[in-house]
């Protein structure tokens, strides 16, 4: 976990903090791009990072949009969280590096986010891959 | 030195995978300001690019720019930035010393003549002054600058000392320092301001020459549009109070802790670009608004110079009822208005200062 974690910092949420309000603009934009996945099949992708979040707003954000039914976890420069939100085909892509710092947090509306995919690449050298398993295994050795 | 790798090809022998890849590329496009739909262009760009040389240059500085960029939150995005170029020369960071260091400098220069990039920290004593005040090997920091960039295809000033001179500039600027760009004018010159500059800004320029080859689009200060292109009181998350005139008038009244605009505190905010509002510190933690204190205004020019840091800089030449009460009325025109306002008491701050001596001050204390 971060360094900064271990910091207790105890956040006081303003009261006048139903006034920033910058997380239901979000929320505006996830309905258009609902509306857009639906029509046209084109995904939309906002960088939560990029957003003049007051304090709590994110987190306002995050916890209206609720949990799914799924969760994945992706071990490739640090850790990827991807869940699904409680509105269908709305994800949050939580990108990690190696210390569990967030280094950036994608809103993606898709089917599923291209990052769960098999990369084109990884594809076209599976068979190989799998060829040398089957030499190894035909030789009598342990695979590998 | 700069290997005819592809910085896709260098990620990949640092174990990154495909996968890994693309999110090295999502987060990239964070860090360059660019839509998150930017990524597989990105990806395209970074695989065929070639690992190009850098040669960091810190003259008056304070090791503030590098510790931003190298203590941030290690390993980083940033980190891999730094990893994917061949950095030949930074005296603070290169294990080589003394004149093994200025031959790694001078062989990069001649291997990679036209192509390496000159990064800058800190201010330099410019022609007539006493080169004496900041040399590194017995050379002064001009020449050695002239030296480097003559083969340079850019120069990034990193800072606000090399960007506009900064601290060692301030008043009465008794080195006679000098910003990057006041020399440097026959090559391309681009300023990443700051005081430090946020460390993805600085890697997000880096990464961007890295993805497109080119410069990036410059505001008139010769700073990234991408990141310097909008007030920090354009994107202030605080904006909404001093649209309806809800003003902090002290740290710790009501305002403040019900969160108010900082303006009166002497918030540089509607005069200053910089990305803190949406790229902010700290692993994305805060930044200084956020945290409760006025924006100092630290990626503007002579921002030393510019009077208390504590007073709202309108105050003393306007009417603040009436400004506040039009700012109540038409908060955005009156955004633009403050920033002029700003502007001009900046200006009659600088004209107006006097040197203080050690005895005035001893008076004072």
């Known amino acids: 976990m971060s360094a900064l974690d271990s910091i207790a910092i105890a956040v006081e949420v303003p009261r006048l903090a139903q006034e920033w309000g910058n997380a239901l603009p979000i929320l505006h934009e996830i309905r258009h791009g609902l509306e857009r996945l639906a029509a046209t099949g084109e995904p939309t992708l906002i960088d939560l990072r990029a957003i003049p979040f007051g304090p709590g707003d994110e987190a306002r954000l995050l916890e209206r949009l609720g949990r799914g039914e799924v969760e994945a976890r992706i071990h490739a420069l640090g850790e990827t969280l991807i869940r699904e939100t409680a509105i269908p085909a ?41 060829d040398r398993l089957l ?6 050795g342990e695979a590998a | 030195m700069a290997t005819s790798k592809t910085l896709g090809e260098s990620l990949r022998e640092h174990g990154v995978s495909r996968r890994g890849f693309l999110k090295f590329c999502a987060a990239t496009a964070t860090m360059m300001a660019l839509p998150p739909t ?15 040389s850098v040669i960091w240059l810190s003259f008056q500085e304070c090791t503030g720019c590098i510790e931003s960029l190298t203590r941030s939150h290690s390993p980083t995005v ?47 004593p410019g022609p007539g002054s006493n080169m004496g005040y ?30 506009f001179g900064g601290l060692p500039r301030a008043h009465p600027n008794p080195t006679g320092a000098v910003a990057v760009q006041d020399i440097i004018t026959n090559k391309p010159v681009i300023n990443v301001s700051g005081c430090p500059p946020i460390p993805t800004v600085i890697s997000g320029v880096l990464a961007q020459f890295l993805t497109f080859g080119k410069l990036p689009e410059l505001d008139a200060y010769g700073r990234p ?19 309806k005139g809800l003003f902090a008038e002290t740290f710790d009244d009501e305002g403040a802790k019900a969160g108010w605009c900082l303006y009166r505190l002497g918030c540089k905010g509607p005069s200053t670009y ?4 949406t790229m902010r510190w700290n692993a994305g933690t805060s930044w200084p608004v956020e945290s409760g204190h006025p924006c100092l205004g630290c990626s503007e020019p002579d ?52 040197p203080v001596t050690v005895e005035q001050l001893e008076q004072k204390l």
């Open chain 2, 38 to 52: 930017m990524a597989p262009a990105i990806a395209a760009a970074l695989e065929k690019a070639r690992r190009p």
């Open chain 2, 225 to 243: 549009l991408a990141f310097f292109g909008q007030s920090i009181h354009d994107r202030c998350y605080r904006r909404p109070f001093y649209d």
């Open chain 1, 135 to 140: 030499k190894e295994l035909a030789g009598g």
């Open chain 2, 303 to 354: 921002f030393w110079d510019a009077g208390s840091f504590y007073q709202a800089l309108s105050v003393p030449t306007v009417d603040s009822t009436q400004t506040l009460g039009l700012a109540a009325a038409a908060g955005v025109v009156i955004g633009g208005a403050a920033a002029a306002l700003a502007k001009h008491g900046k200006t009659k701050a600088v004209a107006d200062r006097e």
């Open chain 2, 134 to 163: 900041s040399t590194v090997a017995g050379h002064s920091n001009l020449d050695i600058l002239l030296e480097t960039v003559e083969g340079a295809a850019a120069v990034i000033a990193v800072g606000t000392c090399a960007a």
């Open chain 1, 90 to 130: 709305v994800w949050l892509v939580d990108f990690l590096n190696a210390e569990g710092e967030r280094i950036a947090l994608h809103l993606q509306i898709d089917r599923i986010p291209g990052l769960l995919m098999t990369q084109p690449e990884d594809l076209a050298e599976a068979p190989a891959r799998l």
């Open chain 2, 78 to 124: 940033e980190n891999l930035i730094l990893d994917v170029v061949s950095l030949d020369y930074q005296h603070t960071l290169q294990v080589a010393s003394g004149e093994l260091a200025e031959e790694a400098r001078l062989q990069a220069m001649r291997e990679n003549h036209g192509s390496y990039l000159v990064i800058v920290d800190g201010s330099l």
């Open chain 2, 274 to 277: 910089n990305a803190c509002a």
